[in-house]
């Protein structure tokens, strides 16, 4: 938690936190599976779904401010 936050911005905080440790473990996950990725076609796929993570943290941090 963002000890610094306002208590009604708090569960902003904790969305936001929650969505990043997303966007670190769809990123972590890319970088393990690239050779497998790129060898079965799944680059489209993991764009997708980076691209989704990216969003929704980008979505947080514009209620957030």
């Known amino acids: 938690l963002n000890p ?3 208590p ?5 905080s ?4 929650e969505t990043m440790g997303s ?3 769809v990123l972590q996950e890319s970088i393990d599976g690239h050779k497998v990725g790129r060898s079965f076609g799944g680059q489209k796929y993991e764009r997708q779904r980076f691209d989704n993570v990216a969003n ?3 979505q947080l941090e514009v209620k957030f401010a």
């Open 4 to 6: 610094i936050a306002p």
């Open 8 to 12: 009604k911005r708090q569960p902003f």
């Open 14 to 17: 904790v969305s936001l936190q």
């Open 23 to 25: 966007v670190t473990h």
């Open 56 to 58: 929704r943290v980008r």
